[in-house]
């Protein structure tokens, strides 16, 4: 009988012939003394990545080809074949520093955990794996409170390591099912799904996360995409998740997290996707919290309230859509035609960051 291996890696690629090597050359330097299975999902390529694959001398596990359907079902397929006790999501220009699976997994069998995650640290892929220049991020915040780790924290997708019955269990009781809408932020479909659930999460301090940049195509070049997929993922969450004591939790960080989102908005951008954003806040977290802003905004929030005091700061804080604009107007727009209704007097709205704060 194969004994069961210690983790599986799930590596989902679609046209990644150049950076991959440096993926899967810190996959084999973190494995040394662990039992790890390799899952490729090729979700489309062309060439099929099997190809480069062989070019490089590495032999996954399992390679799965299908036609291309996106991260979040890429991700889904390779969970479907995982056998390893635990599991990470592994994206192909992305990689683990040499202690991860060490330092993680250690942690976890101590606490017994069922989620755990890293600080994180970034470098450009370029040149030789070991010139590779890697500089650590400031450190995440630890906290073992699952609904702040997965809504709060929310790291980079290929930071947590999950307990594979716990993931399974979350996916097949998941509170709104997969959709292709959720593609460009396909992790956040996991960690909205979670963060209503009981979870025990611990924090392992060290940069064993490592984010890769490169000049070729990423999800992340168009803030807009990743902000109108984050809008149909809350709204989903929004309409899903059940009121009731087991669920307030995850409920009024969702909110809280959605009105600091819509205060990053820069000036100009989708009024429509500002005030559906908005209205999530009034659905799940109405009211005045000290979550929603620092010492200057709370003062301004008890005299004037919340929303009025957001309008102002953003009046004067945040910059421009034109100087942090990616996307034409009209795709952005084509973008959010897609998604289902919202009455922005209701329930159904948003949650997205912007990198156009002044």
């Not at 755990?116 to 500089?135: E, K």
């Not at 959709?179 to 392992?204: C, D, K, M, Q, T």
């Amino acid at each position: 009988m194969t004994p069961e291996p210690d983790i599986s890696v799930i590596i989902p690629v679609y046209n990644r012939d150049d950076v991959i090597r440096y993926t899967l050359e810190s996959v084999q330097r973190a494995s040394a003394g662990f039992a790890v299975e390799t899952i490729v999902v090729d979700d489309g390529s062309a060439p099929p990545a099997a190809e480069a694959i062989a070019r490089l001398g590495f032999v996954p596990t399992r390679l799965i080809r299908q036609a291309n359907q996106g991260l979040l079902y890429a991700r889904l397929a390779g969970l479907a074949r995982a056998t390893g006790r635990y599991t990470l999501f592994l994206d192909s220009d992305d990689l683990v520093g040499p202690d991860k699976f060490r330092a993680q997994l250690a942690a976890m069998e101590t606490a017994q955990a069922d989620v755990s995650y890293s600080d994180q640290a970034r470098c450009v892929l370029s040149g030789d794996y070991d010139r590779l220049s890697i500089a650590a991020d400031a450190p995440l915040r630890a906290t073992a409170e699952a609904a702040d780790f997965y809504l709060n924290i929310q790291p980079a997708p290929h930071n947590p390591v999950f307990r594979t019955s716990y993931l399974r269990d979350l996916t097949a009781r998941a509170f709104f099912p997969p959709s292709p809408l959720f593609n460009p932020v396909a992790e956040i479909w996991f960690y909205h799904n979670a963060a209503p659930r009981p979870g025990r999460v611990v924090h392992v301090p060290g940069a064993h996360t490592i984010v890769g940049s490169h000049p070729g195509a990423r999800l992340t070049n168009h803030w807009e995409r990743l902000a109108v997929a984050s809008l149909a993922v809350i709204e989903a969450f929004a309409r899903a998740v059940p009121v009731g004591p087991e669920t307030a939790t995850a409920r009024r960080i969702a909110g809280e997290v959605a009105f600091r989102a819509w205060r990053r908005l820069p000036r100009g951008f989708s009024p429509e996707f500002a005030e559906r954003e908005l209205a999530i806040w009034r659905l799940l977290a109405p009211g005045n919290s000290p979550a929603l802003g620092g010492g200057l905004f709370q003062k301004f929030s008890r005299m004037i309230g919340p929303e009025r005091a957001g309008r102002l700061f953003r009046r004067f804080q945040n910059g421009s859509y034109a100087s942090c604009q990616t996307l034409p107007e009209e795709d952005v727009a084509r973008l959010l035609a897609q998604l289902p209704r919202a009455d922005v007097s209701d329930p159904n709205v948003a949650r997205a960051s912007s990198p156009c704060r002044g």
